[in-house]
């Protein structure tokens, strides 16, 4: 069995700066791209970035310049410095990773993260 247990969220004041870490354990075989999501209330769950096995990152627009996706493939975990934060940022952030365990090697499937909530408030 998989699972993605996530920290690193909580309070923070405008201009401040979290890094959320979400950690991969369990029977993996292999983990390919890593990605966070964010989530407010009513509305749908969105891409924040992502980054593939050999390190390539993806970012929304409105957040490349203050946040940064990283990896550490040795440890299966991915991370999210989030740096410059505006109290739009506050949300419910869940790691979303696509890997395969070691039952079916060959069968990728994509595996949630149980959420961590960021709120940015004065």
């Known amino acids: 069995q998989v699972q993605l247990v996530e920290s690193g969220g909580g309070w923070v004041q405008p201009g401040g700066s979290l890094r959320l870490s979400c950690v991969a354990s369990?029977?993996?075989?292999?983990?390919?791209?890593m990605a966070w999501y964010r989530q407010v209330p009513g509305k749908q769950r969105e891409l924040v970035a992502s980054?593939?096995?050999?390190?390539?990152?993806n970012y929304v627009d409105s957040m490349k310049d203050r946040f940064t996706i990283s990896r550490d493939n040795a440890k299966n975990t991915v991370y999210l410095q989030m740096n410059s934060l505006k109290t739009t940022n506050s949300a419910v952030y869940y790691c979303?990773?696509?890997?395969?365990?070691?039952?079916?090697?060959?069968?990728?499937?994509?595996?949630w993260g149980q959420g961590t909530q960021v709120t940015v408030s004065s």
């Open positions: 980054i593939t096995s050999d390190g390539k990152s």
């Open positions: 369990g029977s993996i075989s292999s983990i390919n791209e």
């Open positions: 979303n990773v696509d890997l395969a365990d070691t039952h079916y090697p060959d069968k990728d499937f994509a595996l």
